[in-house]
């Protein structure tokens, strides 16, 4: 995410870019739709699950 700890332009980006599927840094907006979306009537049917919003570093 970019955020002030882990800038998209700090010295370290571009070696988290290289390992990330989608190839730019997510935004606290995005996490912020990805949270109000489960915490909605939509999501309702999701239990027990694991969801990781990291642009597929972990893929």
Sequence with gaps: MDTDANPADGPNA???LGV???DRFGTSAEV???VSYL???DA???TGASLDIDGGFAA
């Design 14 to 16: 571009s070696n988290l």
């Design 20 to 22: 990330m599927a989608t």
């Design 32 to 34: 912020g739709a990805f």
């Design 44 to 46: 309702a049917y999701i």
């Design 39 to 41: 915490a909605g009537p």
